[in-house]
């Protein structure tokens, strides 16, 4: 089965410490993955993604995100938390609908609250 | 350079009416998805599209239809509205591939009451 977990529905975290949002995935095959961040009324934007290479990715806003293969992890962190990093954030994984067409498959989103 | 573009960003409906969503991109992306948003739910995968006249369900499609006559439109029509359609839905598009992130809409808040 393809799909995403985020286990933790919300993050504090105080700003100027370093932040983890985690995210573990089940697919087949080599893994595509992905983070978004949602501002409140906005769509998704995109901050990283991972397709090959360097296990550690780097994405916009000063995000990282470190893939684990054996861990079938995908965690996105920041070293230094902005209260304007506040939003909620979804992992997401490339799955297969059929040979050579594909969806994103989302987690359920965790919420991230870092106080001033 | 617009992106995808969503209309209407608000909408509250009767029980029994029906609306399209409209959506638009200008990347010339070939493929195209519906999502819908509920708090602690994610997104689900509504209708997708690989290309102009080729359209699939995906994981929730009762209660909706789309087409896709150009490579820019794809809209999503609900017919009867009901109250489990009361959601935020997403539009995305991608060039295809999977390797690629996804462009998203900036969302309709579809209210049924």
């Known amino acids: 089965a393809q799909s995403v977990a985020q286990p933790e529905d919300q993050v504090n975290v105080a700003e100027g410490n370093p932040l983890t949002v985690k995210c573990t995935y089940s697919v087949s095959g080599n893994p595509y993955l992905f983070w978004y961040v949602q501002y409140p009324n906005r769509g998704l934007q995109f901050l990283l993604k991972y397709i090959t290479g360097d296990n550690l990715v780097k994405g916009s806003y000063g995000f990282e995100a470190e893939f684990n293969k054996s861990q079938t992890s995908f965690h996105l962190k920041k070293p230094s938390a902005l209260v304007s990093d506040s939003a909620l954030y979804f992992c997401a994984v490339r799955g297969r609908i059929t040979s050579g067409t594909y969806k994103y498959i989302f987690g359920t989103g965790t919420r991230l609250k870092v106080l001033a | 350079n617009a992106g995808v573009t969503q209309t209407p960003k608000f909408r509250i409906l009767k029980i029994g009416q029906s609306m399209t969503l409209q959506c638009a991109q200008d990347?010339?992306?070939?493929?195209m998805y519906w999502y819908r948003q509920d708090p602690g739910m994610g997104l689900k995968l509504i209708y997708y599209?690989?290309?102009?006249?080729?359209?699939d369900k995906g994981e929730v499609p009762n209660g909706y239809n789309v087409s896709r006559s150009t490579t820019e439109d794809f809209p999503l029509r609900l017919e009867l509205a009901a109250p489990s359609q009361t959601s935020v839905y997403f539009c995305a598009s991608t060039p295809g591939g999977g390797n690629t992130e996804a462009f998203f809409g900036q969302g309709t808040r579809l209210t049924v009451v």
């Open positions: 990347m010339n992306h070939n493929y």
């Open positions: 599209s690989v290309g102009a006249g080729i359209t």
